[in-house]
Nanobody, 124 residues
Framework: QVQLVESGGGLVQAGGSLRLSCADS????????MGWFRRAPGKEREFLAA????????YYADSVKGRFTISRDNAKNTMYLQMNSLTSEDTGVYYC?????????????????WGQGTQVTVSS
């Protein structure tokens, strides 16, 4: 059974950085892609970034492009999100997700497994 566990969230000042991790501790299948999503206060969950697990190709939402970097360590079954130049707009709960099949696009409903989320708060 796939079990995704996020870590690395916390409180950071505007302009600062954080690195989130997502470990798949119980993976029994090969992921096609893994991604990061965010739910900001009062907003819908939004896609941030994704990585194709085998090829390593990456995809970003315009809102984080140039500031966030997604990466993965296949040997550790772990995905990362390096977040730089954080602003108060980046405050929210961050979720990692995975899916085992190819699907065009990165809508949240195309992901099968989700972590419990980790809170990121950026103080201005």
């Amino acid at each position: 059974q796939v079990q995704l566990v996020e870590s690395g969230g916390g409180l950071v000042q505007a302009g600062g950085s954080l690195r989130l991790s997502c470990a798949d501790s119980g993976r029994t299948f090969s992921s096609n892609a893994m991604g990061w999503f965010r739910r900001a206060p009062g907003k819908e969950r939004e896609f941030l970034a994704a990585v194709n697990w085998s090829r390593g190709s990456t995809y970003y939402a315009d809102s984080v492009k140039g500031r966030f970097t997604i990466s993965r360590d296949n040997a550790k079954n772990t995905m990362y999100l390096q977040m730089n130049s954080l602003t108060s707009e980046d405050t929210g709960v961050y979720y990692c997700a995975s899916r085992g099949r190819f699907v065009a696009g990165f809508a949240s409903q195309t992901f099968d497994y989700w972590g419990q989320g980790t809170q990121v708060t950026v103080s201005s």
